[in-house]
């Protein structure tokens, strides 16, 4: 059995300007760099992380690089952990996707977003395909440890339907990804399964 702590990156300089980021760079603003400190704090007192993954887009490896300094552990970078590709939508503001693209848009915006796909972008159906091999792959790897994996939203989501329904169709915007938030999954004999989700008490009221 391998146990996986998901989290989510920190709040992003394009969550501030509700940007639609996707592979696209942009960094932790302040408030996010203080939510992977408090990620780190929480982790170090209550987990033993024996390994750290990564999305490589920065906002995912700066917001787990404070637990893997506490653990003396690099920060592996995992091309499989990636946010949605954007297509055409990368680096838009959603009120110019709304404007420009609301034909893609507005599946994507519904509240079961299975096969939506932002346009020329990466689908929900291959996004959730993708992290569920990459997540399996890391527990394989890693059997009777503790992995830390910093993402995003989408590939986060589509792992917590995957462990709590075991199938893309039931795939929601119901299934809650805030900033920072961390998800607790345990992988054996080929399935993921919830030990316990959305936790967000390290964060306080102060950094939700």
């Known amino acids: 059995m391998t146990r996986i702590i998901l989290v989510r990156h920190g709040r992003s300089m394009a969550n501030v300007a509700d940007i639609f980021a996707g592979i696209t760079e942009t960094p932790l603003t302040p408030h996010g ?39 003396g552990l690099p920060v592996i970078p995992d091309e499989g952990l990636i946010e949605v590709n954007g297509g055409l939508w990368e680096g838009l503001s959603f009120a110019e996707l709304a404007e420009k693209y609301p034909e893609d848009f507005n599946p994507w915006m519904s509240p079961t ?44 989501r589509a792992l917590l339907v995957e462990a709590l329904f075991g199938t893309v169709e039931a795939y929601t915007r119901k299934v809650a990804v805030p900033n920072a938030s961390l998800h607790i999954l345990r992988y054996e004999n080929g399935a993921l399964a919830p030990e316990k989700i959305s936790i967000t008490e390290h964060l306080g009221e102060d950094l939700l």
Do not use: W
Request: proline share 6%.
């Open 33 to 71: 760099l203080l939510q992977a400190q408090a990620v780190a704090n929480y982790l170090f007192e209550h987990e033993k992380i024996d390994k750290v993954y990564a999305s490589p887009l920065s906002r995912a490896v700066d917001t787990v690089r404070p637990t893997a300094e506490r653990f």
């Open 113 to 156: 977003p299975v096969n939506a796909s932002p346009t020329g972008g990466e689908s929900t159906r291959m996004v959730y395909a993708r992290v569920v091999a990459c997540i399996k792959r890391i527990a394989e790897e890693n059997e009777g440890k503790t992995v830390l994996v910093g993402s995003h939203m989408t590939p986060v």
